[in-house]
């Protein structure tokens, strides 16, 4: 089972989720569930929308790959953190790109400048 890293009081990252982890933050209040994986990695789990959805939670899917988290792609994703309903839990396999996602975007919504941030981001090694 991966841990949820609570990040701040609106996002937390983590890898893989399982059933019961979303029983889990579903309880904690969280409110929506962003999931960056692809569907041809292994391990996903089965039907997550629909099992999330269960639950009353908000899910999005945008598959990302490391070299898709660029300028356009994380505006992409910025506006779509910045709508879904809070608390979010963003994950993918190991919470890399997970992790990489929410420091841009934190950045971001800082007015960092997004290479800037990007190369902090690249530098810490999570792409």
């Known amino acids: 089972m991966n841990i949820v890293r609570k ?10 989720i399982t059933l019961d982890q979303l029983g889990q933050i ?21 039907n997550e929308q629909e099992k999330t959805e269960l639950f009353g939670l ?7 790959k490391p070299e898709d ?3 356009q792609g ?10 879904l309903p809070k608390s979010i839990l963003i ?7 997970s992790a990489a996602i929410v420091l841009l975007y934190i950045a971001l919504k ?9 190369q902090k981001v690249i530098n810490l090694g999570l792409i």
């Open 74 to 83: 994380m505006l992409q994703i910025y506006q779509i953190v910045t709508e």
């Open 26 to 46: 579903a309880d904690e209040g969280y409110k929506s569930v962003l999931n960056l994986r692809l569907p041809e990695e292994t391990g996903l789990l089965a």
């Open 91 to 97: 994950h993918c396999d190991n919470s890399i790109r």
């Open 69 to 71: 988290i660029n300028h």
């Open 110 to 118: 800082q007015g960092i400048a997004f290479e800037k941030a990007l």
């Open 58 to 64: 908000y899910y999005i899917n945008i598959p990302t």
């Open 7 to 16: 990040i701040n009081d609106n996002l937390a990252i983590a890898g893989q």
